[in-house]
């Protein structure tokens, strides 16, 4: 007979981890099925505030708060001599004023085994590779680390699977992003920051002194290392060499403020790349499944909206699939898509403002008013869903206005 679980969530990333906790928190069975054994690399280390309310919710804040990570209390902008801060405390928006900047080896690994504590299954090393709808019940196939293949029945399938995308690709999804293909290539370092005035506990963003769409973060950790990117169209890196090796640190040493701050730095990680990552789905749900995080949407690194939407996308899904599963009536468009997709469009329009020079005019403007720069603050926090901040419901409209009153003074 074929085994049979409630809830089947594929990948256990924090999509997958905090919708299987909210789950199994409300008494449903959910099994996890994971390609990779943890700890493993993932991209996406600096957090936005507004994601430890879903971290809360999933019952895992105290393990999060003592596990040691760097403190994140706001962002800084660099571009030239100009600096631009925002701390998260003078957000709008009430709520968590602080976060963390994360090695997603150890954090992804935690957020698993407290899953695994509140009793979520977790199947490490096996990989979804068939999925069947047309069944009574969503049938998976899945593969063991060993090569053997078996199958699994659910109620329902939440596919967390990130890049892997699985779902999108096997019941043909996939939709181009609005995005044009970018590419990343980042590394972690030993930083050696030794400048007494460098704030560790704010990501810095800093635009290329002459190429104002090509940016670098630089993310610390609280062991002395972080975590070194760069992003921009593939054919600008290519007008610079084929060594991605190369090409990196050729672009560290144009960014002066970059290479004064790093110049202790020790290079002891291969660089990686990674390219066209923005990526979009025809639909978010369908007859028992339903997409979270990068398995769904993905925008663009800029504003380190990935976690945040990936854990805002299961809360939301963990609700309806509760009250689902419990036998009322649900509306996946009204209570998932709809909700997720108001605060995915703000940071859509943020994102478009910051490549256009928009945003980049608003951050760096030296008479900002402190009431809007308390609101452009919470977006940057990630309360990208509090329609009572007028840059959340009118984002588009509203940045474009504030860019040519910038421009104008
Ligand atoms: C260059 C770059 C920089 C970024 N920086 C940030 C940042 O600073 N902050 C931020 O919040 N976000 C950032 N992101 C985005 C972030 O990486 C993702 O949004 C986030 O990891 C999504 O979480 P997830 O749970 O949806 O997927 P993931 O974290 O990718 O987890 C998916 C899991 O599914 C598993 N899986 C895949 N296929 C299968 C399969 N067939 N069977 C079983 N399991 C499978 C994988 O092994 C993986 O563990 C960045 C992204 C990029 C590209």
New binding site residues.
């Given amino acids: 007979m074929t085994e049979s679980k409630t809830v089947v969530i594929?990948?256990?990333?924090?999509?997958?981890?905090?919708a299987a906790a909210i789950l199994q928190n409300k008494g449903h069975q959910v099994c996890?099925?994971?390609?990779?054994l943890?700890p493993?690399f993932?991209?996406?280390?600096?957090?936005?505030p507004q994601?430890m309310e879903f971290i809360e919710q999933a019952g895992m804040l105290q393990a999060v708060e003592q596990a040691g990570f760097q403190l994140k209390t706001g962002a800084a902008f660099l571009h030239q001599d100009r600096l631009s801060e925002f701390c998260f405390a003078d957000k709008f928006t009430q709520g968590f004023d602080s976060t963390y900047?994360v090695q997603?080896d150890r954090f992804?690994a935690l957020l698993a085994s407290e899953a695994e504590r509140m009793g979520v299954e977790i199947r490490w090393q096996?990989?979804?590779?068939e999925a069947d709808f047309s069944t009574a019940k969503p049938l998976l196939t899945?593969a063991t680390a060993e090569q053997k293949q078996y199958q699994l029945e659910a109620d329902f399938v939440l596919d967390?699977?990130?890049?892997?995308?699985?779902l999108p690709r096997l019941l043909k999804l996939e939709k181009a992003s609005d995005f044009p293909c970018r590419q990343?290539l980042?590394t972690h370092l030993q930083d050696g920051i030794d400048d007494v005035q460098y704030n560790r506990d704010k990501?810095r963003i800093i635009v290329h002194p002459e190429h104002r769409d090509v940016w670098y973060?630089l993310?610390p950790f609280s062991n002395g290392r972080c975590?070194l990117?760069v992003?921009a169209e593939p054919m600008f890196f290519q007008s610079i060499g084929d060594d991605i090796e190369q090409v990196f640190r050729e672009l560290v040493g144009q960014e002066p403020g970059l290479a004064k701050l790093l110049a202790n730095a020790r290079y002891d990680t291969s660089v990686n790349s990674?390219k066209g990552?923005s990526a979009d789905v025809t639909r978010l749900y369908g007859e028992g499944y339903a997409l979270?995080?990068?398995?769904?949407e993905?925008l663009?690194?800029v504003f380190?909206?990935?976690?945040?939407?990936?854990?805002k996308?299961?809360s939301l899904a963990a609700a309806v699939l509760d009250k689902q599963l419990s036998g009322q009536q649900v509306n996946w468009q009204q209570e998932f898509v709809e909700p997720l997709q108001k605060g995915v469009e703000t940071f859509r329009s943020f994102v478009t403002a910051w490549y256009a020079g928009d945003l980049q005019d608003v951050v760096f403007f030296d008479r900002q008013q402190s009431n809007i720069k308390a609101m452009i603050c919470s977006i940057l926090a990630g309360y990208v869903w509090d329609e009572n901040n007028p840059y959340v419901k009118n984002s588009k409209a509203r940045l474009k206005t504030l860019a040519e009153l910038c421009r104008e003074y």
């Fill in positions: 594929i990948g256990a990333g924090p999509a997958g981890c905090v996890i099925i994971e390609r990779e943890f493993r993932s991209i996406g280390e600096s957090l936005l994601c900047q997603r992804d096996q990989s979804v590779l899945i967390a699977s990130g890049f892997g995308r699985v990343s980042f990501i973060w993310i975590s990117g992003v990674i990552y979270l995080g990068n398995a769904g993905f663009d690194p380190s909206s990935g976690v945040t939407i990936a854990m996308s299961a």
